[in-house]
């Protein structure tokens, strides 16, 4: 339930620069202004209700700024504390939901100047009668262009779509659609302890099997490609898979038979 502010918990402008003027020598100063100006903290805290937030914790923030509205005041620019603290703490609780909107953390330059140009965006589109270049942004917005390319892109940082959420007519997810099996994983452990044996073998035999295997390229295209025979290509494969499935056969690493 929203807290109304009580008028007569505010203090007296001459009670509260009185207060100010103690704080260099008396540290309770400061306390005594914190806890005379709670209920206006607790009050701006209520503004910002029903949004998500617990309300305990929106207290404590606009307690954060006035706290920063204690420290920073200068009783002799003629302002009242009130007006200056109640200024603090709505930035400080503004600030606060800013930050918190965007689904990813984005340094805050970015994020006023995506809020800058989304500001700009309907009336320049208006006045060109089309869309604006980032150069027409920057130029309106007093930006390079590397800044405004920046900061559109973070821009998408601003929400984000659950990996869950049906994006398909037929029900599926982004996150069903993310990877999968890859056959060439289960011979990764293979092909490592394979690599000694493979590394005696002779370039030409070598590069067959690397054409075989790797390129998955026919005995004849083989043929051509290395200069020799179908015959030699297919005699030359037996031979080093049958040297490779000696080395690895009595040290048990994989199963290469039916592989190779």
């Known amino acids: ?9 505010v203090a007296d402008d001459a009670v509260v620069l009185s207060w100010f003027a103690d ?8 306390e005594r202004i914190a806890l005379r100006y709670q209920p206006l903290a607790t009050y701006l805290a209520s503004r910002f209700a029903g949004r ?16 920063a509205a204690i420290d920073r005041f200068d009783v002799d620019r003629g302002v009242r504390f009130s007006t200056y603290a109640a200024a603090t703490m709505l930035g400080e609780l503004k600030r606060h939901f800013r930050d918190r909107r965007w ?6 330059r970015l994020q006023e100047a995506a809020l800058r140009i989304t500001q700009a965006l309907p009336g320049l589109t208006q006045s060109l009668g089309r869309s604006p270049s980032v150069g ?16 559109l892109e973070a821009s998408y940082a601003y929400t ?3 990996l869950d959420a049906p994006v398909r007519e037929d029900g599926s997810t982004p996150m069903q659609a993310l990877g999968g099996d890859d056959a060439r994983f289960e011979t990764t452990e293979m092909w490592a302890a394979l690599a000694p044996s493979i ?15 790797f390129r998955g390229m026919k005995q004849t295209e083989i043929a051509e490609e290395v200069g020799v025979s179908q015959m030699q290509v297919s005699r030359i494969l037996s031979q080093s898979l049958e040297r490779l499935r000696a080395s690895v056969r009595d040290e048990g690493v994989v199963d290469v038979e039916g592989r190779l």
């Open 52 to 67: 998500g937030e617990v309300f305990d914790d929106l207290v404590q923030i606009a307690n954060v700024g006035l706290i």
């Open 1 to 9: 339930m929203p807290v109304v502010l009580d008028e007569a918990a």
């Open 23 to 30: 704080m260099g020598q008396d540290p309770a100063a400061r």
């Open 199 to 213: 590394r005696s073998l002779s370039e030409r035999n070598r590069r067959v099997l690397f054409l075989r295997f």
């Open 136 to 151: 027409e942004l920057g130029r309106a917005l007093e930006l390079s262009e590397d800044e405004v390319v920046e900061a």
């Open 103 to 108: 689904s990813l953390r984005v340094p805050r």
């Open 160 to 162: 984000a779509s659950s």
